[in-house]
């Protein structure tokens, strides 16, 4: 079955940092591109950060230079990196990934979602 | 790169159709044909519904369609059903960054 399994939420005080992962079966994330996308209590959907081909990066203004995404293709596992948590930063953290069609990753939509992972930046 | 605009919520009676609005700018969906629309639960993760303007995934009933028209896409919903109640969400693909979600819809069926 194709899938995505987040972990690694939980709470945190601010300042403090976690590691979320996304298991990915089905296929490999070698050769796919990948991303996270956040939602705060009550809100829309806010993209965070993508990986593509070559390990080349992006990320949203709001968590450039805390937030690090990567990949481990022996572990079939991608990665968001989160330091300098802040309240701002207390969401539900989804990976996704990028329309896989005719053979090829593209940019153009997501096409499978993890369940979510709750990260609460609190005191 | 501002969110894409949608309609904070919009009702119709069970059977009817609903069409959900997007607008954006000619950087971004009226500047490519790759909207994508997406169906969440509440305290589910988002499912996509329809990619490239008017394409379905696989499983995903025709009663939902999309199409645009200049700088604004739209979703629309025919014969709704009771499981049609959700919040709806577009993207599209600007070739540039942050990527920008819609702004969201929620639907509810009377």
């Known amino acids: 079955e194709v899938q995505l399994v987040e972990s690694g939420g939980g709470l945190v005080q601010p300042g403090g940092s976690l590691r979320l992962s996304c298991a990915a079966s089905?296929?490999?994330?070698?050769?796919?591109?990948f991303n996270w996308v956040r939602q705060a209590p009550g809100k829309g959907l806010e993209w965070v950060s993508s990986i593509y081909s070559g390990d080349s990066t992006f990320y949203a203004d709001s968590v450039k230079d805390r937030f690090t995404i990567s990949r481990d293709i022996s572990k079939n596992t991608l990665y968001l990196q989160m330091n300098s948590l802040t309240a701002e930063d207390t969401a539900v953290y989804y990976c996704?990934?990028?329309?896989?069609?005719?053979?090829?990753?593209?940019?153009?939509?997501?096409?499978?979602w993890g369940q979510g992972t709750v990260v609460t930046v609190s005191s | 790169q501002s969110a894409l605009t949608q309609p904070r919520s919009m009702s119709g009676s069970l059977g009817q159709s609903v069409t959900i609005s997007c607008t954006g700018t000619?950087?971004?969906?009226?500047?490519?044909?790759?909207v994508s629309w997406y169906q969440q639960y509440p305290g589910k993760a988002p499912k996509l519904i329809i990619y490239?303007?008017?394409k379905w995934p696989s499983g995903v009933p025709d009663r939902f369609s999309g199409s645009k028209s200049g700088n604004t896409a739209s979703l629309t919903i025919s014969g709704l059903q009771a499981e049609d109640e959700a919040d709806y969400y577009c993207f599209s693909y600007a070739g540039s960054y942050p990527r920008v979600f819609g702004t969201g819809t929620k639907v509810t069926v009377l």
């Open positions: 490239n303007v008017n």
């Open positions: 996704a990934r990028d329309l896989f069609l005719n053979g090829y990753s593209n940019q153009f939509a997501f096409d499978i």
């Open positions: 000619r950087s971004d969906v009226g500047g490519y044909n790759y």
């Open positions: 089905g296929f490999t994330v070698r050769t796919n591109y």
